[in-house]
């Protein structure tokens, strides 16, 4: 079982940046690789980024270039820095913890935080 907060949304315009960040607690062995999740109105949740313990990335086509997540494996934290941040990205965005495989489809994941809210809006 995991425990997940993620903290950092908020209301930002169009073209500016937030920073979010995710604590994933657990017991037993640490947490190999982390992800970031988004859900907007009336859509489905889709992956945003995953990184692993080793530093390996993947990122969904349309935050390519604008975000970049990280993490500090000592404490189980992840972060998302967003850029350049759209009306589209707008949804409350939520962290996981698990294996690179099983993180890449959302739908398979069964345990949630309560998700950090980003608007993008003028």
């Known amino acids: 079982q995991v425990h997940l907060v993620e903290s950092g949304g908020g209301l930002v315009q169009p073209g500016g940046s937030l920073r979010l960040s995710c604590i994933a607690s657990?017991?037993?062995?640490?947490?190999?690789?982390m992800g970031w999740y988004r859900q907007a109105p009336g859509k489905e949740r889709e992956m945003v980024a995953i990184?692993?313990?080793?530093?390996?990335?993947t990122y969904a086509d349309s935050v390519k270039g604008r975000f970049t997540i990280s993490r500090d494996n000592a404490r189980n934290m992840a972060y998302l820095q967003m850029n350049s941040l759209k009306s589209e990205d707008t949804a409350v965005y939520y962290c996981?913890?698990?294996?690179?495989?099983?993180?890449?489809?959302?739908?398979?994941?069964?345990?949630w935080g309560q998700g950090t809210q980003v608007t993008v809006s003028a």
């Open positions: 996981n913890a698990g294996s690179f495989m099983r993180l890449q489809d959302a739908s398979t994941l069964d345990s």
């Open positions: 657990r017991t037993g062995p640490s947490v190999d690789a």
């Open positions: 990184m692993t313990r080793n530093s390996r990335t």
